[in-house]
């Protein structure tokens, strides 16, 4: 079992929550990376704007193409490779900030650490999410 952390913006979380589906956008280095998961993989999610990270979640499927209506734009058909997802809880929240020193993940505590965040799926080591299950309260 794998542990992964998502980027994503506030109102794509509500979506996804919401809808239990991960959209991924359906290009060739998407779909590699959609793959690399694995049915019961832990993910959490990096909320962008607000720099915090949100919820829990366990991955349910196996990708699949899926256009069904997620966030109700062009993204519903653009990101058409899609995930099952079930939450454990999606409503509990910490600041990534005073996390960073203690996450394996961050490897230069001295740069800007949304950096770290341009890629939307990101593998995180079995240590870092116990860190972050525990600074989440869960």
Do not use: C
Request: positive net charge; aromatic residues 12%; hydrophobic residues 40%.
């Amino acid at each position: 079992m794998a542990n992964w952390i998502m980027a994503l913006s506030e109102d794509s979380y509500r979506s996804i929550v919401k809808h239990e589906l991960l959209p991924f956008y359906g290009d060739s280095k998407s779909q590699n990376l959609i793959d690399s998961t694995q049915i019961g993989d832990n993910l959490v999610f990096y909320i962008t704007k607000k720099k915090s990270l949100k919820g829990l979640a366990k991955i349910k499927s196996k990708s699949f193409l899926d256009e069904s209506i997620v966030f109700g734009d062009n993204r519903d058909i653009e990101w058409n490779q899609r995930l099952k997802i079930k939450f454990v809880d999606s409503s509990k929240e910490t600041d990534f900030k005073p996390l960073i020193d203690n996450l394996d993940l961050i490897k230069r505590k001295d740069i800007v650490y949304s950096a770290y965040f341009v890629r939307t799926l990101i593998k995180i080591s079995n240590k870092d999410f116990g860190f972050i299950k525990k600074a989440l309260g869960l």
